[in-house]
């Protein structure tokens, strides 16, 4: 398995004729080696593989890591230096999208006779194809986060903070199972229902307004991502067109899932079908991103996206229209590709009013 995902770094590896890259990024380090923590680094040459760390995670990397030798530092940027300097490797690729300015420094002032090469944001897409195993793990995780919903949403009712919805639904994913909450969830309700990342908040529910719910839960270092958007009590019948058209889009955009399609085509399935409907000007973000070790990762769905779909990736489909003054919709399932289509892994129902 590992290998496998290693051979994914092989055109980096052709391409800038690199002698080995540096990994920082710890949810490429746990898809690279398997090691879960919060802190350490993976050196990957050609041949050999190392990953350092410091005391605290010495154990917990013996138990974890696979395809590399573990070391133990005390100094991270000296260890690492004299480590690349030892095995003179002479240019190494390092995650220009994650490195700090200063930690970029460390490395470059101590290692004068090596050349760095930036490697962008394509590297993170070596993670956009999942495995079996990780389709599994998301599917789980999906599926535990819905069940919560569902036994959160009982309680919706006119008078509740938002607030407390969000906190129900955190102590319901960890009843279940979860390692954590993926994110801070919105529950935007109402006029707060325009923040298409309206954090939850004091505000309490009335009857009428529409609730905007995004979710997530984190287990096994897998994420899901899913929105439903529901009414308290009767809705009106602006918030019901509304409502309709977003699940159109959504609907439209699953069903044009299938791997040959572009990131950007798939946008402009549900983004010309809200255009339409004269409620273009109200969908300003993209239609989706990858879900996996983290939480937004590749591919980018939007009209921007220049990735084409493949079979295994995992994304989400996620349209909304957000009214200043009145309020917001957003709808939002998770998919995994398959050879001829995708199925859905999130598993909350989408309609509007609750029976
Ligand atoms: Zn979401
Ligand atoms: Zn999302």
Known sequence: MLKHRRSRLKPFFEEHRLDAILITNLANIRYLCGFSGSDGVLLLAR????????SRYTTQAADEVRGAE????????????????????????????????SDFRQLSERLAGCELVGLGAALDSIRS??????????????ALASASLGAVLASLAPGIRESDI???????IRRRGADARAFDFIVASGERGAMPHG????KVLRTGELVTIDFGAVKDGYHSDETVTVAVGRPSARGREIHDIVRQAHDRAVAAVRPGISCRDLDAVARDYIREQGYDSYFGHGLGHGVGLEIHEKPVVSPRGDAVVEEGMVFTI????????????????????????????????KDLILS
């Open 47 to 54: 041949e050999e593989a190392w990953f350092l760390c410091d």
């Open 70 to 101: 573990v070391r133990e530092y005390s100094a991270k940027y000296e260890a690492i230096c004299s480590l690349i300097s030892d095995k003179k490797i002479r240019r190494f690729g390092f995650e220009a999208t994650h490195m700090l300015v």
């Open 129 to 142: 194809c999942k495995d079996k195993h990780e389709i599994e793990a998301l599917g789980r995780v999906a």
């Open 166 to 172: 969000a906190l129900e639904l955190e102590i319901e």
């Open 199 to 202: 954090k939850a908040s004091d």
């Open 318 to 349: 996620e349209p909304g229209i957000y009214v200043p003054g009145f309020g917001g919709v957003r709808i939002e399932d998770t998919v995994a590709v398959t050879a001829d289509g995708c199925v859905i892994l999130t598993q909350a129902p």
